[in-house]
């Protein structure tokens, strides 16, 4: 059965780096999303991209975050100088179309030091 | 503010029981609505999604919509120990044509089956 898969799992990271978060949408998806999960909170949205190009954000998505999909099957999230508060589960997730069930991958445990 | 409220729980119910989820949402435009269970640590998992009003049937899981109610529930049959997890409920607040796919989500009933 086709799924997203992300890489890492896990990443330990000190605060000020840079991060880049990598996921392998479905691949006859077309819309391709970024979601995070503080500890014990809800999961939020990020970033949501269509068509090579940012379709909708939230105010979360800041300068500090940028999306990309270098080639036809990978799509990362960088986050340029990594806080504290950047700590939480990231997951990818794709779909076929805007309004149609969306997939999540298994997620990266992000933890800022 | 888009919200999509839901009962944190923990609800519980026995072994066999039936377990009703429920979930309330503000933006009456809402077109798509969707069922996750989450296991501790672990990824969102679909279960369900429902787009027209009424009820959707798949296995022991049916998905109910009332659009002018504003109200989305999620019905589990025969629960199972192995059932037990969080429950989200995701919203995509636009239309068909016009939505890039994000999802508002609750923040999840914890529901625990006892044997």
């Known amino acids: 059965e086709p799924e997203v898969t992300q890489t890492p799992s896990h990443q330990v990271t000190q605060m000020g780096q840079e991060v880049i978060l990598r996921c392998v949408p479905i691949s006859n998806h077309l819309y391709f999303y970024w979601y995070r999960q503080i500890l014990g909170q809800k999961v939020e949205f990020l970033v949501s991209f269509y068509n090579n190009e940012i379709s909708e954000k939230s105010e979360i998505f800041d300068d500090q975050f940028s999306v990309e999909r270098p080639d036809g099957s990978n799509f990362t999230l960088k986050i340029r100088s990594t806080k504290l508060e950047d700590s939480a589960m990231y997951f990818c997730?794709?779909?076929?179309?805007?309004?149609?069930?969306?997939?999540f991958g298994q997620g990266t445990r992000l933890t800022v030091v | 503010q888009k919200e999509v409220e839901q009962n944190s729980g923990p609800l519980s119910v026995p072994e066999g029981a039936i377990a009703s989820l429920n979930c309330t949402y503000s933006?009456?435009?809402?077109?798509?609505f969707f069922w996750y269970r989450q296991y501790s640590g672990k990824s969102p998992e679909l279960i369900m999604s429902i787009y027209s009003n009424g009820d959707k049937e798949d296995g022991r899981f049916t998905a109910q919509l009332n659009k002018a109610s504003q109200y989305v529930s999620l019905l589990i049959r025969d629960s199972q120990p192995s059932d037990s997890a969080t429950y989200l409920c995701?919203?995509?607040?636009?239309?068909?044509?016009?939505?890039?796919?994000?999802?508002?989500f609750g923040q999840g009933t914890i529901l625990t089956v006892h044997p």
């Open positions: 997730a794709s779909s076929e179309k805007g309004f149609t069930e969306a997939f």
């Open positions: 933006d009456r435009v809402s077109q798509s």
């Open positions: 995701a919203v995509n607040p636009r239309a068909g044509g016009t939505s890039y796919g994000k999802l508002t």
